[in-house]
């Protein structure tokens, strides 16, 4: 029996493209199930409070993280626009542009993980209403849209829309759930 040369090997062990396709596809509706199946579980303790902040105060606190996660996730669009040379007469992005690319997204990731914390053990998986279902649901596929992009980014091998598209689901996930809670705490418990 012949041995495997060392390209042979490499390509057997390698995972063929259509399958990272379809676990780039899967891994945003997989997390938002599993967060959907954990939240939908837990008993809502109303009394959790967010940084020492109880009541309906936490209401207000978590508008203005989520205002400040919405105002990052904004910046995150521009400077992707940027590095993939989509904004007029701004010629290639520097290096640095790249870079704070990534430390904005990992501050943004890290902003968003009280909110969810908050959300998740106080009211846990809420379907009271359209809004409330319609934030709880872009909750779930916001963190299946942060694994969906990491696993683009680090893939060499996925089609070159993979990773637009990650982004353009994490950014709509992000502006959705501003609009049905950030946006109706701030304009006094009612959507424009």
């Not at 396709?21 to 509706?29: E, N």
């Not at 303790?45 to 996730?73: I, M, Q």
């Not at 590095?83 to 968003?112: C, D, E, K, N, W």
């Not at 990773?163 to 418990?189: E, K, Q």
Request: net charge positive.
């Amino acid at each position: 029996m012949k041995s495997p040369g060392p390209g042979e090997d490499r390509a057997a062990r390698r995972p063929a493209r259509p399958a990272l396709v379809v676990l780039g596809i899967l891994l945003p509706f997989a997390a938002a199930v599993g967060v959907y199946e954990w939240a939908s579980h837990v008993t809502p303790d109303y009394n959790t409070g967010l940084f020492g902040v109880h009541g309906l105060d936490t209401y207000e606190l978590k508008a203005r993280l989520g205002t400040a996660l919405l105002g990052l996730a904004l910046v995150q669009l521009g400077l992707a626009l940027w590095m993939y040379g989509r904004i007029p007469r701004t010629g290639p992005a520097p290096q640095p542009v790249r870079t704070t690319h990534r430390i904005i997204g990992v501050a943004a990731f890290l902003l968003s993980l009280p909110i969810a914390y908050h959300c998740i053990t106080a009211y846990g998986f809420e379907q009271t209403d359209t809004r409330v279902m319609v934030h709880a649901i872009c909750g779930c596929v916001l963190y299946g849209a942060f694994v969906a992009k990491v696993v683009v980014v680090r893939s060499r091998r996925l089609p070159g829309w993979a990773l637009p598209l990650a982004g353009s689901v994490l950014i709509c996930a992000i502006a959705l759930m501003w609009y049905t809670a950030a946006l109706w705490v701030l304009n006094g418990d009612a959507l424009p």
